[in-house]
Nanobody, 124 residues
Framework: VQLQASGGGLVQAGGSLRLSCAASGRTFSSSNLGWFRQAPGKEREFVATINWNSRMTDYTDSVKGRFTISRDNAKNTLFLQVNSLKPEDTAVYYC??????????????????WGQGTQVTVSS
């Protein structure tokens, strides 16, 4: 089972990126999927989550209105569109998948599978 995150990079404040997470080894069509991030010297934090049929999404307050999580179950892929980036968004972004179904999965202990992370750096 592997989750491969990509799409990170260096952008100026106000810029946008589209992060992707490709899953292989099993299907995650019935799993909750999520994005977390970890900034230097800080603990990993929840960013966004989406349920299996995309009808439920949830975001941490600091990214609401700027980030959009989505998924393509046919392609076993998770996305995070990040707009209006701020320097405080700088972090390694991790994708993750749960091993069972939750109404909403906003805690890292909900998740059984983790990607390797992709670096997002926002310059001021």
């Amino acid at each position: 089972v592997q989750l491969q995150a990509s799409g990170g990079g260096l952008v100026q404040a106000g810029g946008s990126l589209r992060l992707s997470c490709a899953a292989s080894g099993r299907t995650f069509s019935s799993s909750n999927l999520g994005w977390f991030r970890q900034a230097p010297g800080k603990e990993r934090e929840f960013v966004a989550t989406i349920n299996w049929n995309s009808r439920m999404t949830d975001y941490t307050d600091s990214v609401k209105g700027r980030f959009t999580i989505s998924r393509d179950n046919a392609k076993n892929t998770l996305f995070l569109q990040v707009n209006s980036l701020k320097p405080e968004d700088t972090a390694v972004y991790y994708c993750a998948a749960t091993g069972r179904v939750y109404y909403s999965a906003t805690y890292d202990f909900n998740y059984n599978y983790w990607g390797q992370g992709t670096q997002v750096t926002v310059s001021s």
